[in-house]
Nanobody, 125 residues
Framework: QLILVESGGGLVQSGGSLRLSCTAPRFPLDYYYIAWFRQVPGKEREGISCIDITEMTTKYADSVKGRFTISRDHHKMTVYLQMDSVKSDDTAVYYC??????????????????WGQGTQVTVSS
């Protein structure tokens, strides 16, 4: 069973950096898309980045493009979200999610059906 575990959230100053990790213990992530979502109270969950583990292609939402980087460590079965130049609008609970690879691109945000528990990121001004 695919279980996703996020870590790395916390408090960071505006303009600073933070790296989130998403690990799938004892489960190879090949043939999956892995994505990062975020959600603030009262708003819908937003897909912000995804990676096709097999093709090693990545996508980013406009809100984070140029500031966030998604990557993967094959041996650690971990996907990272490097967050640079953070700003107050980045404050949210961040979730990683997975779906099987398909003919759809990884940014088909509605296709994700495995979720982690979420990790809080708070950006202070």
């Amino acid at each position: 069973q695919l279980i996703l575990v996020e870590s790395g959230g916390g408090l960071v100053q505006s303009g600073g950096s933070l790296r989130l990790s998403c690990t799938a213990p004892r489960f190879p992530l090949d043939y999956y898309y892995i994505a990062w979502f975020r959600q603030v109270p009262g708003k819908e969950r937003e897909g912000i980045s995804c990676i096709d583990i097999t093709e090693m292609t990545t996508k980013y939402a406009d809100s984070v493009k140029g500031r966030f980087t998604i990557s993967r460590d094959h041996h650690k079965m971990t996907v990272y979200l490097q967050m640079d130049s953070v700003k107050s609008d980045d404050t949210a609970v961040y979730y990683c999610a997975a779906q099987r690879r398909s003919d759809y691109p990884c940014e088909r945000w509605t296709g994700y059906d495995h979720w982690g528990q979420g990790t809080q990121v708070t950006v202070s001004s």
